[in-house]
Nanobody, 127 residues
Framework: QVRLVASGGGSVQVGGSLRVSCAASAFTSSSYCMAWFRQTPGKEREGVAFIGSGGNANYADSVKGRFTISLDKGNADTTLYLQMNSLRLEDTAMYYC???????????????????WGRGTQVTVSS
């Protein structure tokens, strides 16, 4: 069972930067993927970025060039980061981290493809 704990959300003005983190308990396999999703009330969960354990990252078009996803593989656990720059009002959402353990391709931006989820951390961008 993988446990994910997200942190680092907060409030920032338009154009500002914020970094959110997700601490993951030790994976039982060296092959896994991690992702960030976001959700606003009344809308479906939206994929923001995902990364494989090999370091290959993918981004939603809406955040390309502004957000950077990265992995820090520690001895006992792994931390997922999302550095968010040039924030916009529309980036306001609850941000969730997700994980998938297994070989092959990462599940992509379909929320249903991801196995493990952390509780969200709120990011609010204001003018």
């Amino acid at each position: 069972q993988v446990r994910l704990v997200a942190s680092g959300g907060g409030s920032v003005q338009v154009g500002g930067s914020l970094r959110v983190s997700c601490a993951a308990s030790a994976f039982t396999s060296s092959s896994y993927c991690m992702a960030w999703f976001r959700q606003t009330p009344g809308k479906e969960r939206e994929g923001v970025a995902f990364i494989g354990s090999g370091g290959n990252a993918n981004y939603a078009d809406s955040v390309k060039g502004r957000f950077t996803i990265s992995l820090d593989k520690g001895n006992a656990d792994t931390t997922l980061y999302l550095q968010m720059n040039s924030l916009r009002l529309e980036d306001t959402a609850m941000y969730y981290c997700a994980a998938y353990v297994g070989r092959g391709y990462c599940p992509g931006f379909r929320a249903s493809g991801w196995t493990y989820w952390g509780r969200g951390t709120q990011v609010t961008v204001s003018s």
